[in-house]
Structure formats: structure tokens, C-alpha cells
Nanobody
């Protein structure tokens, strides 16, 4: 069983930066595929960024060049560094984990709110 706990959300002005953290317990982060997702009320949850094999990353088009996902193996934590934030980045951000052979993410955190004011 894998447990995930996000932190670091908050209110920021457009153009600002935030770093989200996701503390992982139950498995070593380097053995998992980890992802960040976000959801706005009334809309489907969408993929933001993912990291696998410890260092390979993938990003959704709207965040490319602005967001960066990274692991800290010593802290067993995955981060999402967000720069040049826009009002449309406002959402609840979720951390998720799966084994590489899984098609879906079975483990999710509780989410952290990010609000970007214009």
C-alpha cells in the first residue's frame, strides 16, 4: 500500500511561483511512476506531469516550460515546481502513484488547492 500526502498549495499572483510537495510512504519513489494531476470543479481531472524510472519526465502541453517534476529520493518525495503561474492553473492538485505495469493510478493523495489571482 502506498500513501501520498500533498502540501505547498496556496494563493499566488499571476506570474508567481509555487512548489508542491508529495510525501510518499509505503514504497520507494524511484520504484514508482508518479504523477501530478489537477481538477477544477465541474471539469474532469487532467494530467499535469509525470516522472518514471526515477528521472524520465512527461508534461501536459499547457504546462511545458513552466512546470517541473522532480524526485528527492532521500526524502521519498516528489515535487512539482510551478513558475509563471496563470489564473487558468487554479485547481486542486493531486499526487498519484502506480506501478509501471499498471494502466491506471490506484494511489492518490487528498489534494492541495492552488489559486492564482489575476
Amino acid at each position: 500500500q502506498v500513501q501520498l500526502k500533498e502540501s505547498g498549495g496556496g494563493l499566488v499572483q499571476a506570474g508567481g511561483s509555487l512548489r508542491l510537495s508529495c510525501a510518499v510512504s509505503g514504497r520507494t519513489v524511484s520504484t514508482l511512476v508518479l504523477g501530478w494531476f489537477r481538477q477544477v470543479p465541474g471539469k474532469e481531472r487532467e494530467f499535469v506531469a509525470g516522472i518514471y524510472d526515477g528521472a524520465d519526465t512527461v508534461y501536459a502541453e499547457p504546462v511545458k516550460g513552466r512546470f517541473a517534476i522532480a524526485l528527492d529520493a532521500a526524502k521519498n518525495t516528489v515535487y512539482l515546481q510551478m513558475h509563471s503561474l496563470k489564473p487558468e492553473d487554479t485547481a486542486v492538485y493531486y499526487c498519484a502513484a502506480k506501478w509501471r505495469d499498471n494502466s491506471d493510478f490506484p494511489w492518490w493523495g487528498q489534494g492541495t488547492q492552488v489559486t492564482v489571482s489575476s
